[in-house]
């Protein structure tokens, strides 16, 4: 009769300290149990990881706005905006790719007497700045999930009662392959429509890092009826956005242009 393994005792692999009395294990069990509770630990700590990178705000950089999916415009009622901000009367701002939501914030908090609009097409990043609006009181400030190419005349005809005075479009996505500049939020479409439910004194502001997307876009407003204003190389604002601060540190050269309707400017 073949003699049993002698009792032994032996550490938890999870709790070293832990002495575990494992009666009748072999050394080749022993093994085969460590292994298994290292493949456990190994997807427990993947699933860990994976929640604290989904919870910490980590997104994607870049998204296709041409799939299906962002392809439907936003359901949106006339008058909203008078449910969202305290005062709809005030002259509004609109920021469109607001990103992470920083600059909209700042500028509120800074400008109470405009009202902010923030529009940008990862769900996730509005999701949370929409929580830095509660958290922080503010009435004059909102974030829409959408994409800007699809949903913004929708958004602008169901706004009442006030004046878009400033639109702002601060470091698009270059999209720097040639298949992918349909992807660009520039277009003869959306500069049309800004010409559509812009006032005579409204004016849209643009900047970014990149020389190409820079003059692509005074080619999108220039043939469309907008005048470019001169604009020398100080911000628009007091209120610089993460790129903006990322570009300076880096002495990077930024592209800044203002538009304005021809018939005001003339």
């Not at 294990?25 to 292994?35: D, F, L, Q």
């Not at 923030?118 to 769900?123: A, Y």
């Not at 996730?124 to 922080?136: G, I």
């Not at 660009?184 to 004194?201: A, G, H, I, M």
């Amino acid at each position: 009769m073949k003699q049993l393994a002698k009792p032994t005792k032996t550490s938890c692999f999870l709790f070293p300290r832990m002495k575990l009395h494992c009666p009748f294990v072999t050394n080749h069990n022993i093994w085969k149990r460590n292994k298994l509770l290292n493949d456990s630990l190994y997807m427990y700590r993947r699933r860990y990881y994976f929640l604290q990178a989904s919870t910490s705000g980590k997104v994607r950089q870049h998204v296709n706005p041409l799939t299906p999916y962002f392809q439907k415009p936003i359901t949106i009622h006339r008058g909203w905006n008078k449910q969202v901000y305290r005062d709809a009367t005030k002259p509004l701002l609109i920021d469109l790719g607001s990103g992470k939501g920083w600059f909209c914030l700042r500028y509120a908090e800074a400008h109470p007497d405009w009202n902010v609009l923030g529009l940008e097409i990862r769900e996730v990043l509005v999701q949370r700045a929409l929580n830095w609006v509660q958290q922080r009181q503010l009435t004059n400030l909102h974030y829409l999930f959408c994409n800007i190419n699809v949903s913004l005349e929708r958004i602008l005809e169901n706004t009442v009662d006030c004046k878009v005075l400033r639109v702002a479009i601060q470091f698009p996505d270059p999209h720097f392959k040639r298949r992918h500049q349909k992807r660009r939020l520039v277009t003869d479409e959306l500069v049309q429509t800004l010409y559509k439910y812009l006032p005579s004194e409204g004016q849209v502001f643009v900047q970014t890092d990149v020389e190409q997307v820079y003059y692509a876009a005074i080619e999108k407003f220039q043939n469309n009826n907008f005048l470019m204003l001169p604009c020398d190389s100080r911000p628009w604002t007091n209120i610089p956005t993460e790129r903006e601060i990322c570009c300076e540190n880096k002495a990077r050269t930024i592209y800044r242009a203002i538009f304005c309707k021809k018939s005001n400017a003339a």
